[in-house]
């Protein structure tokens, strides 16, 4: 039990976002029954990173892998989450943290997309026939843009007959100019999958936009799959091998 798994996630006023973290690290849990599992949140939710932190010192933790809820490294990953934790860290001495990769871009993302878009009623014949907008939160981090972009291509290559990126902010397109722009290409059915972790503001932007736009099929969010609780596990097994990227954070 001295060491712990911290998943950070970004939080929301929308009850669901929080709801849908606690059922995703209940679901790690009970893949690695003897890991304590706790979540924090950047903002809107408690616990803060700082409180989990210190809950899990009094526990008596003293090495500690946080791991950040996001699929690409933009600001969230580089910024808010290594400062969160430095100022924790600095009050807690003999506590260890390593920092986790994000969770993008892997091939179990790929396969919850999938489980997402069958589960609102496409099927393997569909591929040949269907496109589809994969449609992520946004970001300004140019890095961030590029992976959704690699992502789209990489998942074009499993059968769709394409997959365009769309974002709900800060960049273009949006999901239903997406979508407009395939109905436009002549494509048959049009379907739009949400890249993101849990419901909130952003996801709803997406399902609107997909509904303006005349989508024939909308996915729900990545949420608690059974694939992104393994992905969790995947990658704090790796960070327990590497080396910290904040080596800084070790008091």
Same mark, same amino acid.
């Given at each position: 039990m001295s060491r712990a798994l911290l998943v950070i996630a970004h939080g929301s006023r929308d009850p669901r976002h929080a709801a849908t973290v606690h059922a995703l690290t209940g679901r790690v849990r009970a893949l690695r029954p003897g890991l304590r599992v706790e979540t924090a949140f950047l903002d809107f939710n408690t616990p803060t990173v700082g409180q989990a932190l210190s809950s899990l010192y009094l526990s008596g933790a003293r090495e500690v892998v946080a791991l950040p809820l996001l699929l690409t490294? !933009?600001?969230? !990953?580089? %910024?808010?989450?290594?400062?969160?934790?430095?100022? %924790?860290?600095? #009050?807690?001495? @003999?506590?260890?943290?390593?920092?986790?990769?994000?969770? @993008?871009?892997?091939?179990?993302?790929?396969?919850?997309?999938?489980? #997402?878009?069958? *589960?609102?009623?496409?099927?393997?014949?569909?591929?040949?026939?269907?496109?589809? +907008?994969?449609?992520? !939160?946004?970001?300004?981090?140019?890095?961030?843009?590029?992976?959704?972009?690699?992502?789209?291509?990489?998942?074009?290559?499993?059968?769709?007959? !394409?997959?365009?990126?769309?974002? =709900? %902010?800060?960049?273009?397109? #949006?999901?239903?100019?997406? +979508?407009? =722009?395939? #109905? =436009?290409?002549?494509? *048959?059915?049009v379907a739009v999958a949400p890249y993101v972790i849990a419901p909130g503001r952003l996801p709803d932007r997406i399902a609107a936009g997909a509904a303006a736009a005349g989508a024939d099929v909308v996915a729900d969010v990545l949420g608690a799959s059974p694939e992104l609780a393994r992905l969790l596990l995947r990658r704090f097994d790796a960070a327990t091998t590497a080396p910290s990227r904040l080596p800084a954070l070790s008091a």
């Open positions: 490294r !933009a600001f969230h !990953a580089k %910024s808010d989450i290594p400062a969160a934790l430095a100022e %924790s860290t600095s #009050r807690l001495p @003999g506590l260890s943290v390593r920092v986790a990769d994000v969770l @993008g871009p892997s091939p179990l993302l790929l396969t919850a997309l999938e489980r #997402r878009l069958s *589960e609102a009623g496409l099927t393997p014949a569909d591929r040949a026939t269907t496109a589809v +907008v994969l449609a992520s !939160a946004g970001s300004t981090d140019p890095e961030a843009i590029a992976v959704i972009a690699e992502t789209a291509r990489e998942w074009r290559r499993t059968g769709w007959c !394409a997959v365009r990126p769309a974002f =709900a %902010s800060a960049a273009l397109p #949006r999901t239903e100019d997406a +979508v407009r =722009a395939l #109905r =436009a290409e002549g494509f *048959e059915r």
